[in-house]
């Protein structure tokens, strides 16, 4: 459950400092209802509300305060899998297609973040670095593939040694360097939305958590139950629901069993140079790219503007999040920059998102005029915002959008209701394991 940001966060220690919204405690009207005040409803009622729209936005905990202001701030660069995945898997035209829609998502984010002035510190750069020998070939093809078929130039060749200067680690074995993709603050991002959105017109009420919706006459009623005091409902036209791990009951049985929540952990250490020096400290990630790796429990890290190492590693399966994340996230750390043993740990904290089988994102209208965007598998930052305002353009009659999203596969997971969850966890543990062969 999301009960706010983390106090331990240095996201929220850092992020623009943004009023407290009330709690809707009333019964109100608008045309859309959106359900999660993340990236994704926040780009839904942002496009609305600009284009004249009543629309109200409900948020269980804070603005942000879920996956949209946990997250790595990695902006990556295409759907979540890759080209040729997408091609074998929905053909050549919608494969194509997708890909025009990543890059006109990165388009939209960029035109965001200038447009509304977010202070939210883009910044370019996105290196792929290989945990295992070998994959040269491999890497040399698909940027060949990438350029000769999409036209995609930004992409370029890494070896091993080179990129341990540019790290200032030993461990891997070359990689990739994606021009096109960066990093940036994600919680300032979410709060920058927020207030575009509100600015546009529509209202936003933390604290109100959806607990219900139903269909009553021609409309949508959305029940809430802040905490404390009086709930209140929206009878709207439409529904938006973009809540991805954390929207418990209320997509039904279809969602449900296609999109399960996972969690991921993150910490920051004391700015570098405080224990480094400068010198040793300007030898990580020296061009201030993000860097992922290439282990199915990614390690991914990057630096803030203060010189901090963020760095994500680990995740769980189950409802909590592990008792001393700090000393979780820390061990993952250590062993990519074994001389950071010595290094400040000031903050460590966790997020929740949503998985699906094949990583493709869980987009569909699930019933008359009710939608949903969820399952980003880690690819939100760059694509939720632009999902949001998809999800804007249908309810407003223009579907073209998700009914190309909606052809993705995204099957349940299997076991049913009730061995889902355990046959999911052992299968990601195993792909875990694999890891550390």
Same mark, same amino acid.
């Given at each position: 459950?999301?009960?706010?940001?983390?106090?331990?966060?240095?996201?929220?220690?850092?992020?623009?400092?943004?009023?407290?919204?009330?709690?809707?405690?009333?019964?109100?009207?608008?045309?859309?209802?959106?359900?999660?005040?993340?990236?994704?409803?926040?780009?839904?009622?942002?496009?609305?509300?600009?284009?004249?729209?009543?629309?109200?936005?409900?948020?269980?905990?804070?603005?942000?305060?879920?996956?949209?202001?946990?997250?790595?701030?990695?902006?990556?660069?295409?759907?979540?899998?890759?080209?040729?995945?997408?091609?074998?898997?929905?053909?050549?035209?919608?494969?194509?297609?997708?890909?025009?829609?990543?890059?006109?998502?990165?388009?939209?984010?960029?035109?965001?973040?200038?447009?509304?002035?977010?202070?939210?510190?883009?910044?370019?750069?996105?290196?792929?670095?290989?945990?295992?020998?070998?994959?040269?070939?491999?890497?040399?093809?698909?940027?060949?593939? @990438?350029?000769?078929?999409?036209?995609?130039?930004?992409?370029?060749?890494?070896?091993?040694?080179?990129?341990?200067?540019?790290?200032?680690?030993?461990?891997?074995?070359?990689?990739?360097?994606?021009?096109?993709?960066?990093?940036?603050?994600?919680?300032?991002?979410?709060?920058?939305?927020?207030?575009?959105? @509100?600015?546009?017109?529509?209202?936003?009420?933390?604290?109100?958590?959806?607990?219900?919706?139903?269909?009553?006459?021609?409309?949508?009623?959305?029940?809430?139950?802040?905490?404390?005091?009086?709930?209140?409902?929206?009878?709207?036209?439409?529904?938006?629901?973009?809540?991805?791990?954390?929207?418990?009951?209320?997509?039904?049985?279809?969602?449900?069993?296609?999109?399960?929540?996972?969690?991921?952990?993150?910490?920051?250490?004391?700015?570098?140079?405080?224990?480094?020096?400068?010198?040793?400290?300007?030898?990580?990630?020296?061009?201030?790219?993000?860097?992922?790796?290439?282990?199915?429990?990614?390690?991914?890290?990057?630096?803030?503007?203060?010189?901090?190492?963020?760095?994500?590693?680990?995740?769980?399966?189950?409802?909590?999040?592990?008792?001393?994340?700090?000393?979780?996230?820390?061990?993952? @750390?250590?062993?990519?920059?074994?001389?950071?043993?010595?290094?400040?740990?000031?903050?460590?904290?966790?997020?929740?998102?949503?998985?699906?089988?094949?990583?493709?994102?869980?987009?569909?209208?699930?019933?008359?005029?009710?939608?949903?965007?969820?399952?980003?598998?880690?690819?939100?930052? @760059?694509?939720?915002?632009?999902?949001?305002?998809?999800?804007?353009?249908?309810?407003?009659?223009?579907?073209?959008?998700?009914?190309?999203?909606?052809?993705?596969?995204?099957?349940?997971?299997?076991?049913?209701?009730?061995?889902?969850?355990?046959?999911?966890?052992?299968?990601?543990?195993?792909?875990?394991?694999?890891?550390?062969?």
């Amino acid at each position: 459950m999301n009960s706010g940001h983390p106090s331990t966060s240095w996201y929220a220690a850092t992020a623009t400092p943004f009023p407290q919204l009330p709690a809707l405690t009333t019964n109100v009207r608008a045309d859309v209802c959106v359900i999660g005040a993340g990236y994704t409803g926040l780009g839904a009622a942002l496009e609305l509300a600009t284009r004249g729209v009543s629309v109200t936005v409900l948020e269980a905990a804070q603005v942000g305060s879920g996956g949209s202001g946990r997250n790595g701030g990695q902006v990556h660069v295409g759907q979540r899998n890759d080209q040729a995945w997408l091609e074998k898997t929905v053909g050549r035209d919608d494969a194509l297609a997708l890909w025009r829609m990543s890059q006109q998502a990165r388009a939209h984010l960029l035109g965001l973040i200038a447009t509304h002035e977010i202070a939210c510190d883009f910044t370019p750069g996105m290196i792929h670095a290989r945990h295992r020998r070998g994959g040269e070939g491999e890497d040399a093809a698909h940027i060949a593939f @990438m350029a000769s078929r999409y036209g995609y130039d930004q992409l370029a060749l890494i070896d091993e040694d080179a990129l341990a200067d540019e790290l200032g680690t030993s461990v891997y074995h070359g990689g990739t360097v994606d021009h096109g993709g960066g990093h940036l603050h994600p919680l300032n991002l979410a709060l920058g939305l927020a207030r575009a959105a @509100m600015a546009a017109g529509a209202a936003v009420h933390e604290r109100s958590r959806a607990t219900a919706w139903r269909r009553e006459g021609g409309s949508i009623v959305v029940e809430t139950a802040p905490n404390g005091g009086k709930g209140g409902r929206v009878i709207c036209d439409q529904l938006i629901l973009t809540g991805d791990g954390y929207l418990d009951d209320l997509t039904g049985s279809v969602a449900r069993a296609r999109v399960m929540p996972i969690n991921n952990f993150i910490l920051a250490t004391e700015p570098l140079a405080e224990s480094l020096g400068g010198e040793r400290a300007d030898s990580i990630i020296r061009s201030n790219a993000a860097v992922a790796d290439t282990r199915f429990v990614i390690n991914y890290f990057r630096k803030s503007p203060d010189g901090r190492l963020i760095f994500g590693g680990g995740e769980n399966y189950s409802p909590g999040f592990p008792r001393d994340l700090k000393g979780f996230v820390r061990r993952h @750390m250590l062993k990519v920059y074994p001389d950071l043993a010595d290094v400040k740990v000031s903050h460590a904290w966790g997020g929740t998102l949503g998985i699906t089988v094949h990583r493709a994102p869980f987009v569909r209208e699930l019933a008359p005029g009710v939608r949903i965007a969820a399952g980003y598998s880690g690819q939100g930052v @760059m694509l939720a915002p632009y999902f949001g305002k998809l999800l804007a353009d249908a309810a407003l009659g223009d579907g073209e959008g998700v009914a190309l999203l909606s052809r993705l596969p995204t099957p349940p997971f299997p076991g049913g209701r009730l061995l889902r969850w355990p046959l999911t966890v052992a299968g990601l543990s195993w792909y875990a394991l694999r890891d550390r062969i």
